[in-house]
């Protein structure tokens, strides 16, 4: 099998730093082919911003600092993050980010998480398959969706992510 066209070489991180607004928080960069089994995403916490704590229950999570620093919490654990630091986050584990004086910029990886979807597995195998969905649009969840790192709220009537704090669209 052929490699997707995307493959190989697809930013440049400090580019991307460079290039977004300095007011500029949340995902500045995410990994983005449809055929792919990794999800990736460049992040930036503004300087005293912070990652509010969560339990990711499904995936475990690897985090790289690229710029700035901060103070990670895993478990119930403080460490110090600088650039280089290679921080992994199991699944399951409670964790929190804080951005220090001069911001964070770091990236995560991990399996990718299927998308919400309505119906049974099989009929969303199929439909993922296929050309078009015969059977209509799905329920919209966008509203749901956190903007800055795509993780759906659990709440319907939430209006900030539990994850990083940003307000969910209307």
């Known amino acids: 099998m052929a490699p ?3 493959a190989g070489v697809l930013a440049t991180t400090t580019e991307l730093l460079e290039a977004a607004p300095p007011d500029r ?19 930036r916490v503004l300087p005293g911003g912070r990652v ?13 600092v690229l710029a700035g620093a901060g103070e990670l ?15 992994w986050l199991p699944r399951g584990s409670e964790r929190a980010l804080a951005a220090g004086p001069a911001g964070l910029a770091y990236v995560t990886a991990h399996r990718r998480r299927p998308g919400l979807t309505v119906g049974h597995s099989s009929h969303r195998a199929a439909a993922e398959d296929a050309e078009t969905d015969e059977g209509g649009e799905a ?9 800055a790192c795509d ?7 939430a209006r900030f992510c539990h ?5 969910l669209p209307d």
């Open 4 to 6: 997707p066209a995307t």
């Open 25 to 43: 928080a949340g995902a500045l960069w995410r990994l983005t082919p449809v055929a792919r089994q990794l999800d990736a995403n460049v992040i």
């Open 52 to 64: 509010p704590p969560h339990v990711e229950p499904d995936l475990d999570v690897l985090l790289c």
């Open 73 to 87: 919490a895993v478990g119930g654990l403080s460490q110090s993050l600088g650039p280089g630091s290679v921080a």
């Open 139 to 147: 329920a919209c969840f966008l509203n749901r969706v956190c903007p």
């Open 151 to 157: 993780r759906p709220a659990a709440a319907a009537d």
């Open 163 to 167: 994850r990083c704090g940003t307000g």
